[in-house]
């Protein structure tokens, strides 16, 4: 963990950039050091094509993510973590902000590690010997 899932109405997939987002994510995850391990940092988007905004009158869009990380991070450290995400989000969008309707939002989601199943290999590259 942590997983940063992004849902986006298909009307805007030419414009989004998704791979750069990813990239901007990553690096803000990254840069918090042990807090969130860099091997189990995982980033994933579903483009919608079925969906329906506000009064259906206008071509609008959204774009939600959700964060999904384990329990045990202090209110602060989650707090400022999502602040950095959504201001990667906000930069990222404002420019096609300015020339259509969007939406933009996020959530985190925060779960005990009771009923979750993990099994990676990709945590020891990133081990310091």
Do not use: W
Not at 82 to 99: R, Y
């Amino acid at each position: 963990m942590p997983h940063f899932t992004v849902e986006y109405t298909d009307n805007i997939k030419n414009e989004m950039n998704i791979d750069k987002l990813f990239e901007e994510v990553h690096k803000v995850l990254i840069a918090r050091g042990s807090v969130f391990p860099i091997g189990g940092i995982r980033s994933r988007a579903i483009q919608l094509t079925d969906y329906r905004i506000a009064d259906g009158a206008e071509d609008d869009a959204f774009v939600h993510a959700v964060l999904k990380i384990g329990a045990g991070r202090s209110a602060e450290i989650k707090k400022e973590a999502c602040d950095a995400l959504f201001d990667v989000m906000k930069n990222h969008f404002s420019e096609l902000m300015s020339k259509r309707y969007l939406a933009l939002s996020m959530e985190l989601m925060e779960f005990s590690e009771a009923g979750t199943y993990k099994q990676n290999n990709i945590h020891s590259r990133f081990k310091k010997n």
